[in-house]
């Protein structure tokens, strides 16, 4: 699939990580009414968010699983990682309330988790075209992100997948039926916002009847 074809209306939009930009890009577009699940965290291993989709994201972020791994932000976040899904949060439980108040804030954390997996399961049981959004994927790994998704999503989908570039934008026409593979910057400059209104320029959000 080339960027051409990946034009057109949809009536839900994902960042797929790897990291907080697919989101920051797609809030910028105007394309993204609601938060994603893993929006604002660390999901490097492309095997652990394939997991997950399979998985239909069950027990995500469950206590049993996260562990503290380290600080980030200037020591002002703690790193948590589910070690099942191999994902991180990153945003979500600041230092300054330290373990204790990691430990009062799971609860809160996990309803909003619980949420927002809710509502993605729901637009991908009923909304017509969803468009997601990864950043870091080759080839193979888009191959078999497309197939869990294929799974997961009852009607139709694309994705787009991001590996970071040069300032321009090259389209990698990768010949899987879903999915649109780009190579252009990732940096917030205007010379990148540039390529970037290019890629998302005809991309449209069309509210859902639901």
Known sequence: MNLSELKGDYDGFYSLGSNCYPAQRLERYGLRPYSGVIDWMYSNSVAGLVKLLNHRFDSFMHPANMVIEGTMFEGHNYSVRDCFYDIESVHDFLTSEQVEGY???????????ERRVNRLLHKAEYCQK?????????????SVLEGALAKLVKHQFRLLVVNPGPKTLHDLNWPLPHTCGLQLPIEWDA??????????????YIAPSL
Do not use: C, G, Y
């Open 103 to 113: 430990q009062r804030k799971l609860p809160e954390f996990r309803q909003t988790m």
């Open 130 to 142: 969803l468009l997601f959004v990864r950043l870091h994927a080759s080839f193979v790994e888009a």
């Open 191 to 204: 010379e990148s916002d540039m390529i970037w209104n290019e890629v998302f320029r005809d991309i449209r």
